[in-house]
């Protein structure tokens, strides 16, 4: 029986590539290639317009009185010497640091327990608590100085650095609170309850796993609270009436007067107020920097 062999299959035409003409397109600038004006000019001018108020400062304040010289020579300290010995100073400056330094240690403890119960626990007025925390932001410090004053009359504070440190207080409290929260909420809840397993109780869990990781945002918190109960000028005008218990922006304020005004004074104890800030800030930047990156994480 005789089989017939298949037809050979014809081999498949090549397919020759078709080459598509290249479009045009137009290379993004990378940030190598901007030209550096375009980076030198604006940075200038905000320089410049930064660092001539401050220039203007050392100015007054290191020039003898009564010179005009745009150069501060012959340099003079007689009015950092004036506003410390004569204007009292010193004792607006000790003032200034017992409020500041009580304020940043209430404010810090009070918000990281208020903290921890808003990141960790839920109740039936945690949203409307949180909501209240954010409005009380929006309501001045000058509406609060009738009913503080009303309270710290009651309770004989009038006139004692205690009024104002629990003014500042309050007032510092919502967003440190709700900063703090959200620092915790950044911690995983694992490694708390790896710690329960092991036999810690809920305290020694956050003070040995939670508390080393929130350092950042205390200091962010705490900083903030320092700076503000150290610049506040309202609540020490109105609560503090004896001129040794007053503090620096009081100080500063006493420096003016209707008929003139000691500029070269003035200047002198702006440095002296400006000075511990920039270097507390100098120190801690790299933990306040920290801190907020960490509380801008949503967690």
Not at 71 to 79: I, K, N, Q, S
Not at 162 to 183: R, W
Not at 215 to 221: D, K, Y
Request: proline share 7%.
């Amino acid at each position: 029986m005789s089989t017939k062999e298949a037809p050979a299959l014809a081999p498949a035409p090549a397919r020759v590539p078709v080459t598509k003409a290249p479009r045009p397109h137009h290379k993004r600038r990378t940030w190598d290639e901007v030209p550096r004006w375009q980076i030198y000019v604006p940075l200038s001018i905000y320089l410049l317009f930064t660092l001539i108020p401050f220039y203007w400062i050392l100015l007054f304040a290191l020039r003898p009185a009564g010179s005009s010289s745009l150069v501060p020579w012959p340099m003079t300290f007689e009015h950092f010497e004036k506003v410390w010995t004569e204007r009292e100073f010193g004792t607006y400056f000790q003032n200034s640091v017992l409020t500041g330094i009580a304020t940043l240690v209430l404010t810090t403890v009070v918000a990281l327990a208020g903290g921890y119960a808003l990141a960790r626990f839920d109740f039936r007025i945690k949203r409307a608590f949180m909501l209240a925390l954010l409005c009380s932001q929006f309501v001045p410090g000058a509406l609060l100085l009738v009913p503080l004053f009303q309270i710290f009359a009651e309770l004989k504070m009038i006139n004692s650095l205690g009024s104002v440190i629990i003014a500042e207080t309050v007032f510092q409290l919502p967003l440190s609170m709700i900063l703090i929260s959200g620092f915790i909420r950044n911690v995983p809840p694992s490694l708390e309850e790896a710690a329960w397993v092991d036999g810690c109780s809920r305290f020694t869990a956050f003070r040995i796993v939670v508390l080393p990781l929130l350092r950042p945002g205390l200091i962010a918190v705490g900083s903030f609270a320092f700076v503000h109960a150290w610049n506040h000028f309202l609540f020490a005008l109105m609560f503090l009436s004896d001129q040794s218990k007053q503090t620096i922006p009081v100080g500063l304020n006493s420096l003016m007067s209707a008929d003139s005004v000691d500029l070269g004074a003035l200047a002198a104890g702006g440095i002296i107020a400006a000075v511990p800030v920039v270097i507390v800030f100098a120190f801690i930047q790299k933990w306040l920097i920290t801190g907020f990156s960490a509380g801008a994480v949503k967690g």
